[in-house]
């Protein structure tokens, strides 16, 4: 039986899949990598997304590059919902009060992915996960809105939608 994957909003699971046709590449992280990933990069010269992101059809990736993008961290999953494809980047945007935020720390370092909290403004808080996976932010954002409960806490997503007038690819 497959995992569920799921995401808060509006204090309501949000049931997404998993598209195994397509993965997202971080190409900044591959630009200075090994020569065959950037060689497969310049071959591909996939259109980027913003936030320097490329969406690749994952038939068109060879099983070594796969394993080399994702050593590097330059791999992100790619889910559906609906017609909209999701990528969930590594962060989670968080608010908190004054109690849950003491108790942040600790769950940065023992939650279901160590991360650590970059930005802290007056309530609003960054957390990343040290994977620099994206899956890892969504399990992060999940976990601590069902053991903290804050008013927020959500993993950072990019969706992508077809043009209007385009019929969808499912």
Request: proline residues 8%; positive net charge.
């Amino acid at each position: 039986m497959s995992k569920r994957i799921y995401y808060y909003a509006g204090g309501q699971k949000v049931a997404i899949d998993l598209d195994e046709e397509h993965v997202c590449v971080d190409l900044a992280r591959v630009e200075n990598g090994p020569p065959a990933l950037r060689e497969w990069l310049k071959r591909e010269n996939p259109k980027p997304l913003p936030g320097r992101l490329a969406l690749v059809d994952r038939g068109d990736v060879p099983e070594e590059i796969l394993k080399a993008l994702d050593e590097r961290s330059a791999l992100q999953s790619v889910y559906r919902h609906g017609d909209a494809l999701i990528v969930v980047l590594p962060e989670v945007r968080i608010e908190v009060d004054e109690k849950q935020r003491r108790r942040l720390s600790t769950f940065a370092a023992r939650g279901p992915a160590p991360a650590v909290i970059e930005s802290d403004k007056a309530g609003s808080l960054v957390m990343r996960p040290l994977s620099g996976k994206g899956a890892d932010a969504l399990a992060l954002a999940n976990s601590l809105h069902e053991k903290l409960n804050p008013p927020l806490a959500q993993a950072r997503f990019l969706r992508i939608t077809r043009k209007p007038g385009r019929p969808s690819r499912r």
